[in-house]
């Protein structure tokens, strides 16, 4: 099995969920490339400081980035850090050679985007990624089966959604994700919204055009230090879009994205709408995979429990 040698610049949450993800690799039993995390970088020792202590083959960590990137055993690097770096990041990864596992969103505009896209086709040989999680649930993976095998007929209707209720809370204090100037102004739709593209993107439902309804419900909160910050991105939006499946026959796409969404902790869904079949998954009941059986004239809902399964 090849070992990917990697370098982690962004030491908070998600670097964190990067280490522990890579730390279960040997669960695995099919043959992948194994990621082994040889050097860290933060801006804030206190961040570096979780990974001396629970990543053994560490060997490195910086407090500037550039000193990561010119380390020449350094195969590939995962970014997370905040939106505001994005552009600057990746491009010097890039530029470095390091193979890229960035997060979302992959520049904060166009212009951005545009950025590194360039250096990309700059650097053919680095290979470059994002990715959402949600789509690796095996009731998950059971649906997008069903899209590749055409089980669904003429397509009607897709709704995908990722919505969470945490901002529910006013008094909840500010961070750079609520602000414009570090989180981007799309808001939401950057932060949230490759969980919601990611599917039926990969599965070629790319939008010919988009409506949007956007909310912005709480426009003030605390600053964590006594007083208020603006809080100045968009809380809430529906897009809705037309789009066409293999057969290039139109229908309708809704993708949500929504900080204030009662009763939803990160709550992910994906529903499709066929003249065959229908399906649908939410991560709030992760094990289920639901489907419609076609009874003549009607359509009654069947749930087949997937469960966990083991790759
Ligand atoms: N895929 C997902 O489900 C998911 C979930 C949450 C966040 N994210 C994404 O992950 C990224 C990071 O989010 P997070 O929640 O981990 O944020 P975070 O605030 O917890 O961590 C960001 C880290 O970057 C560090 N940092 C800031 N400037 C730096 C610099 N110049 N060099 C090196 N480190 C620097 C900060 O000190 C901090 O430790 C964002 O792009 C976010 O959208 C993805």
């Given amino acids: 099995m090849r070992t990917y040698r990697f370098g982690i610049i962004g030491c908070g949450l998600m670097g964190r969920e990067f280490a522990s993800a890579a730390a279960r690799w040997g669960h695995l039993s099919i043959d992948v490339a194994r990621p082994e995390i040889i050097a860290v970088c933060d801006v804030n020792p206190d961040n570096t400081a979780w990974f001396s202590r629970n990543v053994p083959g560490l060997r490195h960590v910086f407090s500037d980035y550039h000193d990561l990137l010119a380390l020449s055993e350094v195969d590939a690097v995962y ?3 905040p939106h505001n770096l994005h552009e600057r990041i990746y491009v010097d990864a890039i530029n470095a050679g390091k193979h890229l596992m960035g997060e979302k969103p992959f520049g904060m505009d166009q212009e951005q985007s545009q950025a590194i896209l360039a250096a990309l086709d700059r650097n053919p040989g680095v290979f470059a990624r994002c990715s959402s999680e949600f789509p690796y649930y095996p009731a998950m993976q059971l649906l997008i089966r069903w899209i590749r095998e055409e089980r669904f007929g003429r397509i009607l209707e897709i709704k995908a959604g990722f919505c969470h209720s945490s901002d529910m809370d006013v008094n909840k204090p500010i961070n750079w ?3 414009v100037a570090v989180n981007g102004e799309y808001g939401c739709m950057g932060d949230l919204g490759i ?4 599917v039926p993107f990969r599965m070629g439902f790319l ?11 709480i426009t003030v909160r605390p600053d964590g230090k006594g007083g208020q910050a603006a809080c100045d991105t968009w ?4 897009l809705v879009c037309e789009t066409a499946g293999p057969d290039n026959l139109p229908f309708t796409m ?14 992910f869904y994906f529903e499709i709408y066929g003249l065959k079949a229908s399906a649908k998954f939410t991560s709030a009941n992760p094990g ?9 004239k009607e359509q009654a809902w069947a749930g087949l429990n997937v469960g966990y399964k083991p790759m």
Avoid: S
């Avoid at 969980?195 to 990611?198: A, I, K, L, M, V």
């Avoid at 939008?207 to 912005?216: G, S, T, W």
């Fill in 79 to 81: 970014i997370a850090v």
């Fill in 207 to 217: 939008p010919r055009n988009v409506y949007a309804r956007l909310d912005k419900f």
């Fill in 288 to 296: 289920l995979f639901t489907y419609t059986v076609d009874w003549g």
């Fill in 177 to 179: 994700k609520r602000k």
């Fill in 235 to 238: 809380d809430n939006a529906t």
């Fill in 254 to 267: 809704y993708l949500e994205t929504k900080r204030m969404a009662p009763g939803c902790t990160d709550n």
């Fill in 195 to 198: 969980h919601t593209q990611h």
